[in-house]
C-alpha cells in the first residue's frame, strides 16, 4: 500500500536550472495538491487540481507550473529555480467520507537552490 | 483569506502530563479544523479533526476543543509519551473554498516528550 509516492527525495539545483517533481497517489483520489513546507511559515498551497484534466492556483503559485498528467499523477515544475524556492515539497491527495475527508501526504521532496 | 496563527512555537513536557496547542484563525466563516502530526522525515497525518458544529471531539489520549466566538481551537494531549514527540500542525478551511484539501496552516508546534 504505497499511498502517495514522491520522486525526488533531495535534490541540489544551481539558481536558473529547471527541474520536475513527480508525485503519484495509488488510492484512486481525485484531488492532489503541492504544499510546501518552510520553517516557521507551516505548510503553504502551490497548486492543487480538483480533478483529472484541471488544475487551480493555490496562495504561493509565482515560479511554478503544474501538470495533472493522469488521476494518477500530478507534477510539480520550477522552469528557473531561485534560492527562494529552497524547501520541502510536499504532495498530497484528498480522500472523502461522508461530508469530511482526510488528506494523504508523501514523505516530501527537499529540495536546495543554490 | 484566512489566516491561522499557532502557539507555542516548542513545547516540552515530561511523559505523562499533559500538552496543549493553540490556534486562533481569522475567518468567521471557517468550518472545518483539522489536526496533523509530522514525525521527522516524514509527511503530515491527519490525527484529528473538528467541524464548525461540534465543540469537543475526543479520540483516546487526544481531544480538540472549538471555540466559534473567540475564533480558537486547541489541541489537548493527555497522558504524553514519547511517541507523541513530533511536530503538529493545525489548520483550517473556509467556507467560501471550494476544495476540501485547500487547507490554511499554522507555523507548527514541536513538541518534545522527555521520560
Known amino acids: 500500500n504505497a499511498g502517495v509516492t514522491q520522486t525526488p527525495k533531495f535534490q541540489v539545483l544551481k539558481t536558473g536550472q529547471s527541474m520536475t517533481l513527480q508525485c503519484a497517489q495509488d488510492m484512486n483520489h481525485n484531488s492532489m495538491y503541492w504544499y510546501r513546507q518552510d520553517p516557521g511559515m507551516g505548510l503553504r498551497l502551490i497548486y492543487y487540481s480538483a480533478s483529472e484534466g484541471t488544475t487551480d492556483k493555490g496562495e504561493v503559485p509565482n515560479g511554478y507550473n503544474v501538470s495533472r498528467l493522469n488521476k494518477r499523477e500530478f507534477s510539480l515544475r520550477l522552469e528557473s529555480a531561485a534560492p527562494s524556492q529552497t524547501s520541502v515539497y510536499f504532495c498530497?491527495?484528498?480522500?472523502?467520507?461522508?461530508?469530511?475527508?482526510?488528506?494523504?501526504f508523501g514523505e516530501g521532496s527537499r529540495l536546495t537552490v543554490l | 483569506g484566512e489566516n491561522v496563527e499557532q502557539h507555542p512555537s516548542t513545547l516540552s513536557v515530561q511523559e505523562g502530563d499533559s500538552a496543549v496547542i493553540k490556534c486562533t484563525y481569522s475567518?468567521?466563516?471557517?468550518?472545518?479544523f483539522p489536526w496533523y502530526k509530522q514525525e521527522l522525515g516524514k509527511g503530515p497525518q491527519l490525527i484529528i479533526d473538528?467541524?464548525?458544529?461540534?465543540g469537543e471531539k475526543k479520540d483516546q489520549r487526544i481531544a480538540v476543543t472549538l471555540n466559534k466566538t473567540a475564533k480558537h481551537f486547541s489541541l489537548h494531549i493527555t497522558e504524553t509519551q514519547p511517541e507523541d514527540s513530533a511536530v503538529y500542525f493545525c489548520a483550517a478551511k473556509g467556507v467560501a473554498t471550494d476544495s476540501w484539501g485547500k487547507l490554511q496552516f499554522g507555523a507548527g508546534t514541536q513538541v518534545v516528550v522527555t521520560p
Open positions: 498530497a491527495s484528498y480522500r472523502t467520507s461522508g461530508n469530511t475527508g482526510e488528506l494523504f
Open positions: 473538528i467541524r464548525s458544529n461540534v
Open positions: 475567518d468567521s466563516a471557517s468550518n472545518y
